[in-house]
């Protein structure tokens, strides 16, 4: 299983970024994925994830309003949209698979892991 994060940088707040996962290694449109972020000094925590049945989304409360997950299977690829975003939001972001269709915000439901790609969201 392998997921490769892109697509972060610098912003402003109030300004968007849109980050890509590109999975392999596993029969993609069988697992969910979802998004997690780490910011220094804090523990890692669950943003947004996608079940692969129905693409049923789900997001946390923080987020909620301002950043959309997707999925394209034919392209294995799960993208986050994130408008409106926060200096709270400066994280290292990773994508993440369930090895289940079963879309959690529960960071030990997931054994398989990205790199991350650090966002960083200026005052």
């Known amino acids: 299983v392998q997921l490769v994060e892109s697509g972060g940088g610098l912003v402003q707040a109030g300004g968007s970024l849109r980050l890509s996962c590109a999975a392999s290694g596993f029969t993609f449109d069988d697992y969910a994925i979802g998004w997690f972020r780490q910011a220094p000094g804090k523990e890692r925590e669950g943003v947004s994830c996608i079940s692969s049945s129905d693409g049923s989304t789900y997001y946390a409360d923080f987020v909620k309003g301002r950043f959309t997950i997707s999925r394209c299977d034919a392209k294995n690829m799960v993208y986050l949209q994130m408008n409106r975003l926060e200096p709270e939001g400066t994280a290292v972001y990773y994508c993440?698979?369930?090895?289940?269709?079963?879309?959690?915000?529960?960071?030990?439901?997931?054994?398989?892991w990205g790199q991350g790609t650090q966002v960083t969201v200026s005052s």
């Open positions: 993440a698979a369930p090895g289940s269709n079963i879309a959690t915000l529960t960071i030990n439901d997931y054994p398989y």
